[in-house]
């Protein structure tokens, strides 16, 4: 055999080789990788109220709108605010209000978030304890989502399991799951997963409030005799993006 044909030979046994194992690799991964059927973005909601009755001279924010932590929300008038003052009995101020003599309390926001409900109008009397409006809290956004799973998947399926989230606009974002609860139906596995992402917490706005529709696809763990190169191909690609 002359070197160029045995050359030829080598480049046609290493191609063949590459292209089976890409095909392998694309197929391992497509059977390890689940999308759910139900997916929205959740957060921590807020309660903002008063301990005194009184009456709502302003509302300052409206539902939808972004906030601060320590933004003025709501701004309501009290008697017997006043008169706690004037006896010494109230501090003139704290994290969640700021007063003044005549018995004037600006509501303060104790989180950073989204307002999704502001339950009272300007010149409504309130009592005291009476919840005003609520705050969903940005940094507490997560994903719930569901997947449906046999009896095997289920078994691939554990906390810290790698998940693409994809936003309405198609950003994608890299998150974990973080706890699941298992139900059984129609011989098939319903898995409510909890699905954390650092990314989701920081970005804010229209996209990652709560309710928002997402798709999340998650990683199961490989089996079978390339598990082993599955895994660490999978570390190797999440070091990558994370530089």
């Not at 539902?63 to 008038?77: F, I, R, T």
């Not at 700021?98 to 926001?109: H, N």
């Not at 917490?201 to 190169?229: C, D, K």
């Amino acid at each position: 055999m002359s070197r160029a044909a045995w050359f030829r030979l080598v480049g046609g046994v290493l191609a063949v080789t590459l292209v089976a194992g890409g095909l392998t690799w694309v197929l391992g991964r497509r059977d390890g990788q689940v999308t759910s059927f139900l997916a929205t973005v959740q957060t921590q909601t807020v309660d903002v109220g008063v301990d005194y009755p009184g009456t709502v001279t302003d509302t300052l924010v409206k539902p939808g709108e972004q906030v601060d932590a320590g933004q003025p929300v709501l701004v309501v008038n009290s008697l017997r605010l006043a008169h706690d003052i004037a006896e010494g009995l109230l501090a003139a101020s704290t994290v969640a209000y700021e007063v003044a003599a005549d018995g004037t309390m600006t509501v303060l926001s104790p989180v950073a978030g989204t307002v999704t409900h502001v339950g009272v109008t300007e010149g409504q009397y309130v009592p005291g304890g009476q919840v005003l409006a609520t705050i969903d809290e940005s940094r507490t956004a997560h994903v719930e989502a569901k997947f449906m799973l046999d009896a095997t998947d289920l078994t691939r399926l554990a906390i810290g399991a790698p998940v693409t989230i994809a936003l309405p606009d198609r950003t994608r974002l890299e998150g974990t799951i973080d706890g699941f609860a298992v139900d059984n139906a129609d011989a098939k596995a319903v898995v409510t997963a909890t699905v954390v992402a650092p990314v989701l917490a920081r970005e804010g706005g229209a996209l990652t409030q709560a309710g928002t529709p997402v798709v999340a696809s998650v990683r199961l763990a490989p089996q079978g005799p390339l598990s082993a190169v599955y895994e660490t191909l999978d570390g190797f690609r999440q070091k990558v993006a994370g530089l």
